[in-house]
């Protein structure tokens, strides 16, 4: 169930304009047939049931692909029709070589949050780390905040102590992923304030702090997880129906 204050996932969550996604339906759709407007723009409902799409933004962005002449537009019976012309399969190969490679990267993560957040879907073996072009487009993409507070709390329920370099070894190791070491420990600074989480510093020199789980903490776990689980969901389905287009024909 979707929580108070949580945001819808949009297209535009996965790294393109609501224009770029159109254009790359567009093309997709009919590289398989010609077909006219309306039943262009029921098809994209179906799929895309989540967001209202405007009809007369999808024409208009018809009208930009034949001006380009990615499109063709003829008419039969009295109906307009779009085809493919052969510049437009250029563009979706274009599309492919500059979006499939990062998302495909990113939803090897995202999928190995998801199983381990629900126990359900693939589970992706770690062969590699995340590139580190694509860290920064991940870090947009979702709220790391809400994922490394949910390992951070699955973890510290079945230890007596643990510190954020553990953590940052675990979201390596079963997720292929890794935050920068500062965002962890003042990610954790924020948990001691916020009472989920109580630590120490072990010895004088006062270089590692060893964290504990508190009663607070394992109160809002679940709501911590669920709300991770939303928003990995939603994501992970963008992925899949953006992927279906750039790997059809492949």
Same mark, same amino acid.
């Given at each position: 169930?979707?929580?108070?204050?949580?945001?819808?996932?949009?297209?535009?969550?996965?790294?393109?304009?609501?224009?770029?996604?159109?254009?790359?339906?567009?093309?997709?759709?009919?590289?398989?047939?010609?077909?006219?407007?309306?039943?262009?723009?029921?098809?994209?409902?179906?799929?895309?049931?989540?967001?209202?799409? &405007? %009809?007369?933004?999808?024409?208009?962005?018809?009208?930009? #692909? *034949?001006?380009?002449?990615? /499109? !063709?537009?003829?008419?039969?019976?009295?109906?307009?029709?779009?085809?493919?012309?052969?510049?437009?399969?250029?563009?979706?190969?274009?599309?492919?070589?500059?979006?499939?490679?990062?998302?495909?990267?990113?939803?090897?993560?995202?999928?190995?949050?998801?199983?381990?957040?629900?126990?359900?879907?693939?589970?992706?073996?770690?062969?590699?780390?995340?590139?580190?072009?694509?860290? &920064? %487009?991940?870090?947009?993409?979702?709220?790391?905040?809400? #994922? *490394?507070?949910?390992?951070? /709390? !699955?973890?510290?329920?079945?230890?007596?102590?643990?510190?954020?370099?553990?953590?940052?070894?675990?979201?390596?190791?079963?997720?292929?992923?890794?935050?920068?070491?500062?965002?962890?420990?003042?990610?954790?600074?924020?948990?001691?304030?916020?009472?989920?989480?109580?630590?120490?510093?072990?010895?004088?020199?006062?270089?590692?702090?060893?964290?504990?789980?508190?009663?607070?903490?394992? %109160?809002?776990?679940?709501?911590?997880?669920?709300?991770?689980?939303?928003?990995?969901?939603?994501?992970?389905?963008?992925?899949?129906?953006?992927?279906?287009?750039?790997?059809?024909?492949?």
């Amino acid at each position: 169930m979707q929580k108070s204050g949580e945001q819808t996932v949009t297209i535009e969550s996965v790294g393109m304009s609501q224009r770029e996604f159109l254009t790359l339906y567009l093309l997709h759709t009919l590289r398989k047939k010609a077909n006219y407007p309306r039943a262009i723009h029921q098809g994209l409902k179906n799929q895309f049931s989540g967001k209202v799409h &405007s %009809y007369d933004y999808l024409c208009k962005i018809c009208n930009r #692909l *034949v001006e380009s002449c990615h /499109l !063709e537009l003829y008419t039969n019976k009295g109906r307009n029709y779009y085809k493919i012309t052969e510049k437009g399969k250029e563009l979706f190969t274009w599309y492919k070589s500059n979006f499939k490679e990062r998302l495909t990267e990113v939803k090897l993560v995202i999928d190995r949050f998801m199983f381990d957040l629900t126990g359900s879907g693939s589970h992706p073996l770690v062969t590699h780390d995340l590139p580190d072009e694509y860290r &920064s %487009y991940f870090s947009k993409l979702i709220s790391v905040k809400d #994922l *490394v507070r949910y390992i951070t /709390l !699955e973890t510290a329920q079945s230890r007596t102590k643990l510190y954020m370099g553990e953590v940052a070894d675990i979201l390596k190791a079963h997720f292929g992923w890794i935050a920068s070491n500062g965002y962890l420990y003042d990610l954790a600074h924020e948990m001691e304030e916020t009472g989920l989480l109580i630590g120490r510093w072990e010895g004088e020199k006062r270089t590692k702090r060893f964290l504990r789980i508190t009663d607070e903490g394992r %109160y809002h776990y679940k709501q911590i997880a669920d709300s991770a689980a939303y928003r990995v969901r939603e994501i992970q389905k963008y992925l899949h129906d953006v992927l279906s287009f750039l790997e059809e024909g492949t």
